[in-house]
Nanobody
């Protein structure tokens, strides 16, 4: 069983920054890719960013490219999402997820463990 616990969400004004963290239980964290997804009210869950098992390869959705950065620290079993220049349209519940393999993809079905989510609210 893998437990993912997110933190770092909150309310911020447009243009501000937040850093999300996700701590994973278990000894095989470094064997799997990790990703962040988000789900706004009334919308489907969407891919935000993913990172390979080594951290050498990352992918970011076009909507956040240049503003958000995913990273990981395998020694701490933690994946991060640095969010800068936040916009009201970034408002959503953000979820951390563990991939089924070593490479991050953008489909929900490619992930088998999910955190409980953390709310991010950006006001204009």
């Amino acid at each position: 069983q893998v437990l993912l616990v997110e933190s770092g969400g909150g309310s911020v004004q447009a243009g501000g920054s937040l850093r999300l963290s996700c701590v994973a239980s278990g000894r095989t964290f470094s064997d799997y890719a990790m990703a962040w997804f988000r789900q706004a009210a009334g919308k489907e869950r969407e891919f935000v960013a993913g990172i390979s098992w080594t951290g050498d390869s990352t992918r970011h959705a076009d909507s956040v490219k240049g503003r958000f950065t995913i990273s990981r620290d395998n020694a701490k079993n933690t994946v991060y999402l640095q969010m800068n220049s936040l916009k009201p349209e970034d408002t959503a519940v953000y979820y951390c997820a563990r991939a089924r393999g070593a490479w991050a993809r953008d489909l929900v079905g490619e992930y088998d463990y999910w955190g409980q989510g953390t709310q991010v609210t950006v006001s204009s």
